[in-house]
């Protein structure tokens, strides 16, 4: 299975508040099938420009980060129920390929395809 | 004369096809037989050709002995024509020829045939080495093959282990709550600030 990070900003909330919106969401990853790696929390901070979002304006916002495997057909189903949380501000899926080892640079001159070997 | 033969023809005609509807009349000239004569044949007096009994005799004899002569000689030389013609065809010299011919054309087909040969021990050897060389290329790239093969799974299981190791460390329904506190208490900043000389301070000023 692939593996993404989420990461989402959420309205600046008390903490029981928080946690709670936070299980919401692991909870709905886990319906869907994904299993959750771990999570972190970069902080509570100000955001670095005003977010209006669901009818009110924001100027701080939790960062948190959610690193989970899943199949990727989830994915939008996911997405439109964050977009629908009302606690949060700006949902973000994107591909983990830290898995997959670098490709080998070859320099400037191109690998001819049609040479064998 | 001529009227002569041309009667005689018209005779012969007839003899010949007495039913035949249309006679052919093989007379030379336009003039019928009532036409009257030409102009400038008005004086025109018929002379008999020249005959002399004696001279005719002594003509015809010699006649008869030049036919004679060379009758003998056509004779002689279309006996020498047959003569060499048959020799060419089957005479000795024939056969002799006929003989060489084949031994030249039997060498002949030896040479061949041992050029031949000659030629496919040459071409089979480079084929054989041809198909050695690929048969040893192509073993070699089977190994090549399979060795990375070995490689690869072997990095793939190792990578498979090392996921099993990380499973323990997942969040799963049970350690959810742990797990969100824990994040929650420990808040974490990937900032860092680094400077030309190269080192790197992960202290920041934080929001």
């Known amino acids: 299975m692939p593996r993404y990070d989420m990461f989402l900003v959420l309205k600046s909330m008390q903490r029981p508040e928080t946690a709670a919106t936070l299980r919401r969401i692991v909870e709905n990853l886990f319906e869907h099938g994904a299993m959750v790696r771990s999570m972190e ?51 973000t899926i994107v591909k983990n390929n830290t898995e997959r080892p670098p490709k080998q640079c070859h320099g400037v001159h191109e690998k001819d395809p049609w040479k064998i070997n | 004369m001529l009227r002569a033969l041309s009667k005689s023809h018209a005779a012969a005609v007839r003899i010949l096809a007495p039913r035949a509807a249309v006679l052919v009349e093989t007379v030379r000239g336009r003039k019928s037989r009532f036409d009257p004569k030409a102009k400038s044949k008005a004086d025109r007096i018929k002379v008999p050709s020249y005959s002399n009994a004696k001279d005719m005799f002594r003509l015809n004899v010699r006649f008869s002995e030049y036919q004679l002569l060379v009758r003998a000689i056509r004779f002689m030389f279309t006996e020498k024509r047959k003569k060499r013609k048959y020799e060419e065809e089957k005479g000795t010299l024939a056969e002799e020829r006929v003989r060489k011919e084949k031994e030249e054309h039997r060498a002949l087909m030896a040479w061949n045939d041992a050029e031949n040969l000659k030629q496919r021990i040459i071409r089979e050897e480079r084929l054989k080495k041809i198909t050695e060389a690929k048969e040893l290329k192509l073993r070699e790239e089977v190994l090549l093959h399979q060795k990375e093969q070995e ?57």
Not at chain 2, 178 to 204: C, F, H, M, V
């Open chain 2, 151 to 207: 490689i690869y799974i072997k990095e793939k299981e190792m990578l498979i282990l090392q996921l099993q190791e990380e499973v323990k460390n997942f969040i799963t329904q049970q350690n959810l709550d742990e797990r969100i506190e824990e994040a929650l208490n420990n808040p974490k900043s990937y900032n860092y600030a680094i400077d030309k000389t190269g080192q790197i301070t992960k202290r920041t000023a934080f929001q």
């Open chain 1, 41 to 91: 929390n970069l902080g509570e901070r100000r955001l670095p420009y005003a977010i209006s979002k669901h009818g009110s304006r924001h100027k701080h916002g939790g960062y948190f980060a959610i690193d989970f495997y899943s199949s990727p057909t989830i994915l939008k189903n996911v997405l439109d129920n964050l977009e629908r949380d009302i606690d949060v501000l700006r949902p």
